[in-house]
C-alpha cells in the first residue's frame, strides 16, 4: 500500500524567511503524481503544487517550489518570503493514474511576524 | 463559477443515529471523492463516484455508504453513528477522466456524535 509520510508535525518561520517542509512517500508505481494542499482554518483543502512523476524539472508556483528526488521518495515544499496569510496545515499527498488521493498526516505551519 | 458546495456545514448527532451529507460538485464534473479527515490527521478516501457508478471505496465499514445523482451531486450516509465517525467530512469534484488530477474541494461537513 502507498504511504505518505510527513515527519514534521509542526514548524514555525519568521515573516518574509524561508522555510521547507518535507514529505517522503512509499510506492512501487513509477507512474504517479504527487501534490501539496494547505488547508487554512476555513477547512478547504487548497492545492499549492504539483509534480508529475515523470518529469524531472521540479515544480514552481510563484513563492513555493518542491525538491523531488524520485529514487529518494522525497517531496518537499519551500515556502520563500513567507507572508502571514501562509500560516496553515500543510498536506503532502500522492495518487496514481487510478486511484484515489493518500494523504500524509499533515505540517502545522506558523509564520511569526 | 461555484465552487464545490457542501450542506451542512455543521452537524452534531447521537451516536446510533443516521447521517446524511450533501455535495454539489463544480458545473462540467462528473466525479464526486468522499474523505474523512479526524482531528490532527490528513483526509482518508471514503468513496469515488463517476456517471454514477461507484469508482472505489476506501477502508470503511459497510456503514457508509453513498450515492451520486444524474445531475453528480452527491451524498453520503452513514448508519449507526459511532463516537469515532466524529470527523471532518471532504467532497472533492474532479472532471473524473483517468489520470485527471484537478481534485477541487469543498469546505466540509464538521459532524460531531455525541
Known amino acids: 500500500a502507498q504511504t505518505v509520510t510527513q515527519s514534521q508535525p509542526e514548524m514555525s518561520v519568521q515573516e518574509a524567511e524561508t522555510v521547507t517542509l518535507s514529505c517522503t512517500y512509499d510506492?512501487?508505481?513509477?507512474?504517479?503524481?504527487l501534490f501539496w494542499y494547505k488547508q487554512p482554518p476555513s477547512r478547504q483543502m487548497i492545492l499549492v503544487i504539483r509534480?508529475?512523476?515523470?518529469?524531472?524539472q521540479n515544480a514552481t508556483e510563484n513563492r513555493f517550489s518542491v525538491n523531488f528526488q524520485k529514487a529518494a521518495k522525497s517531496f518537499s515544499l519551500k515556502i520563500s518570503d513567507s507572508q502571514l496569510g501562509d500560516a496553515a496545515m500543510y498536506f503532502c499527498?500522492?495518487?496514481?493514474?487510478?486511484?484515489?488521493?493518500?494523504f500524509g498526516k499533515g505540517t502545522r505551519l506558523s509564520v511569526i511576524a | 463559477d461555484a465552487g464545490v458546495t457542501q450542506s451542512p456545514t455543521h452537524l452534531i448527532k447521537t451516536r446510533g443515529q443516521h447521517v446524511t451529507l450533501r455535495c454539489s460538485p463544480i458545473?462540467?464534473?462528473?466525479?464526486v471523492s468522499w474523505y474523512q479527515q479526524v482531528l490532527g490527521q490528513g483526509p482518508q478516501f471514503i468513496f469515488q463516484?463517476?456517471?454514477?457508478?461507484?469508482?472505489g471505496r476506501g477502508n470503511f465499514p459497510d456503514r457508509f455508504s453513498a450515492r451520486q445523482f444524474p445531475n453528480y451531486s452527491s451524498e453520503l450516509n452513514v448508519n449507526a453513528l459511532l463516537l469515532g465517525d466524529s470527523a471532518l467530512y471532504l467532497c472533492?469534484?474532479?472532471?473524473?477522466?483517468?489520470?485527471?488530477?484537478?481534485?477541487?474541494f469543498g469546505s466540509g461537513t464538521r459532524l460531531t456524535v455525541v
Open positions: 458545473s462540467g464534473h462528473k466525479s
Open positions: 472533492a469534484s474532479s472532471l473524473g477522466h483517468p489520470g485527471d488530477y484537478g481534485y477541487t
Open positions: 463516484y463517476y456517471e454514477k457508478e461507484e469508482r
Open positions: 509534480q508529475e512523476a515523470y518529469k524531472q
Open positions: 510506492t512501487s508505481e513509477s507512474d504517479y503524481y
Open positions: 499527498a500522492y495518487r496514481t493514474r487510478n486511484t484515489p488521493l493518500v
